[in-house]
Nanobody, 118 residues
Framework: QVQLVESGGGLVQPGGSLRLSCAAS????????MGWYRQAPGKQRELVAN???????NYAESVKGRFTISRDNAKNTVYLQMNSLKPEDTAVYYC????????????WGQGTQVTVSS
């Protein structure tokens, strides 16, 4: 069983920065994708960024140039550095891991709140 534990959310002023971390435990097949989604009140969950274990990254247009995803494969940990935060970045951020070995596997963290407000 794979478990994902997020940390690093909180309240920050517009223009500020936060760094999210997500540590995965359990048996995770490689190659895999690790990443972040977010869900604001009344909106659908959306991809923020993800990163393949080989290094390829994918970002939502709304965060390009402001957010940076990175990962430590040895620690099965993924990070999201968020700079120049805007009020519209306010959401619950969810860590995600997925891979395909003999079947598709998709795992979610419990979510961490990010609030951007003055």
């Amino acid at each position: 069983q794979v478990q994902l534990v997020e940390s690093g959310g909180g309240l920050v002023q517009p223009g500020g920065s936060l760094r999210l971390s997500c540590a995965a435990s359990g048996s995770i097949y490689s190659p895999n994708h690790m990443g972040w989604y977010r869900q604001a009140p009344g909106k659908q969950r959306e991809l923020v960024a993800n990163m393949h274990s080989g290094g390829l990254t994918n970002y939502a247009e709304s965060v390009k140039g402001r957010f940076t995803i990175s990962r430590d494969n040895a620690k099965n940990t993924v990070y999201l550095q968020m700079n120049s935060l805007k009020p519209e970045d306010t959401a619950v951020y969810y860590c995600n891991v997925y891979y395909y070995s003999t079947e598709y596997r998709n795992y979610w963290g419990q979510g961490t709140q990010v609030t951007v407000s003055s």
